[in-house]
C-alpha cells in the first residue's frame, strides 16, 4: 500500500475532523488517499474499486437507519425511500456538506468539467465509505455522522408525496393522465461564473410548458423543471 505524504496526510485528518472523527482513531490512511484519487490522476491507483465497496455499505447504513426508525413501513417504502438517499443527487450534497471536492484530486480535463462533478463527488463519497468500513471491518467510523444525514434525509421523503424525485413523480403522472412522458428541452445559459445555474429546463406536454427550472447540471435542471410542474399540478389539484 502506497505511503501518504505528510501533506496530504494533513489534508486526510482535516477531513476526518470535519466528519466528526478522531485522527487518532484506526485509519487506514493510504486507502483513504485511494478513496480520493480520480481514475485521471492514475489508472491503476484510484477510487473506483473503493466506490464499489462503499456502494454497498451506503446501501447497507440507509437500510438499518430506515428499519430502526420506521420498523411498520413496508419492504416496498424501504426500497422506495432508500433509492432516493443513496442516489447520485444526495450523496453529491452530503459530499458537497463535509466539502469533498477540496481533497479529490482530478487531473486533465476532468478538473473543469461541471457537468460532471455530481457524478464525481458522488462516487468519491462511496469510496469514502469503503475505505473507512475497511479501516474496521465495520461500520463504527460511518454511522455516527452518516445516520443524522439518513434520518433527516428519511423523514423528508416519507413527508413528500414525490419522494424527492420529481421527474418520476412527474413522469408517473403524465402516464396515468395522458398515456405519454413529459418532454424536457435544455439550453445552457450563458453565465460560466454562476456553476449553480448554469442549465435551464424547461418540461413540456402536448406542446404545453408545465415548467421550468436551473440548476448546476442537466439533471439538476430538469429536477428542478419537474418540481415547479409537479407543485403547480396537484396545487391545482387540492384546489379543485
Not at 213 to 232: F, P, T
Amino acid at each position: 500500500m502506497s505511503r501518504v505524504y505528510p501533506r496530504r496526510q494533513r489534508q486526510l485528518e482535516s477531513l476526518i475532523q470535519k466528519l466528526g472523527l478522531s485522527a487518532n482513531i484506526p485509519i487506514k490512511w493510504p486507502l483513504l488517499d485511494l478513496a480520493l484519487t480520480h481514475p485521471t490522476v492514475s489508472e491503476s491507483a484510484n477510487y473506483e474499486q473503493l466506490e464499489f465497496v462503499g456502494d454497498a455499505v451506503v446501501r447497507l447504513v440507509a437500510a438499518v437507519v430506515l428499519w430502526e426508525s420506521y420498523p411498520d413501513c413496508s419492504v416496498g417504502d424501504f426500497a422506495a425511500i432508500r433509492s432516493v438517499l443513496v442516489s447520485d443527487r444526495i450523496l453529491a450534497r452530503l459530499a458537497r456538506e463535509y466539502g469533498l471536492e477540496l481533497y479529490l484530486l482530478v487531473a486533465g480535463s476532468a478538473t473543469a468539467d461541471n457537468i460532471g462533478q455530481e457524478s464525481r463527488l458522488a462516487d468519491a463519497f462511496e469510496a469514502l465509505l469503503g475505505a473507512l468500513y475497511l479501516s474496521t471491518q465495520n461500520l463504527t467510523l460511518i454511522r455516527p455522522w452518516l445516520d443524522p444525514h439518513f434520518q433527516q434525509l428519511a423523514e423528508q421523503i416519507r413527508l413528500d408525496p414525490a419522494k424527492l424525485n420529481y421527474k418520476a413523480a412527474l413522469q408517473e403522472w403524465t402516464q396515468a393522465g395522458y398515456k405519454v412522458l413529459p418532454e424536457y428541452r435544455v439550453v445552457e445559459v450563458n453565465q460560466p461564473q454562476n456553476t449553480h445555474e448554469r442549465f435551464l429546463a424547461q418540461v413540456w406536454l402536448h406542446e404545453k410548458i408545465l415548467g421550468q427550472g436551473k440548476g448546476r447540471s442537466i439533471k439538476a435542471a430538469e429536477q428542478a423543471a419537474a418540481k415547479v410542474a409537479y407543485l403547480a399540478i396537484t396545487e391545482s389539484q387540492s384546489v379543485t
